[in-house]
């Protein structure tokens, strides 16, 4: 049974930071592509950051680069990202997804990709950036 679990959000003030971590199960780091998407209400759900973990290859949305980093520990099957100099406006729930193909991962994720489905999705963490 695949199940992906986000961990590690909350409320933080403009300007700091936030790890947030996606546990995996079911399958292993190095078969899959694992994207971040977030969703803020009343908007569509859009893609944030993706990796491929057996060959380092990754994918940022261009509001967020060089504020976030994402990253990945086979070992304890898990996928982070980082993110710094948070702003009002990343607010959001903040959701990550698996799928065997990077292609349909960045396909998904680019900002014209929403009618890309991918194959697994976890159930969404909250993230509030607010003062």
């Known amino acids: 049974q695949v199940t992906l679990v986000e961990s590690g959000g909350g409320w933080v003030q403009p300007g700091t930071s936030l790890r947030l971590s996606c546990a995996v199960s079911g399958f292993t780091l190095d078969d899959y592509a694992i994207g971040w998407f977030r969703q803020a209400p009343g908007l569509e759900r859009e893609g944030v950051s993706c990796?491929?973990?057996?060959?380092?290859?990754?994918y940022y949305t261009e509001s967020v680069k060089g504020r976030f980093a994402i990253s990945s520990d086979p070992a304890k099957n898990t996928v982070y990202l980082q993110m710094n100099s948070l702003r009002p406006e990343d607010t959001a729930v903040y959701y990550c997804?698996?799928?065997?193909?990077?292609?349909?991962?960045?396909?998904?994720?680019?900002?014209?990709?929403?009618?890309?489905?991918?194959?697994?999705w976890g159930q969404g963490i909250q993230v509030t950036v607010s003062s």
């Open positions: 997804a698996a799928d065997r193909s990077w292609t349909r991962m960045t396909a998904r994720a680019a900002p014209w990709g929403m009618n890309q489905p991918l194959e697994y």
């Open positions: 990796i491929m973990s057996s060959d380092g290859r990754t």
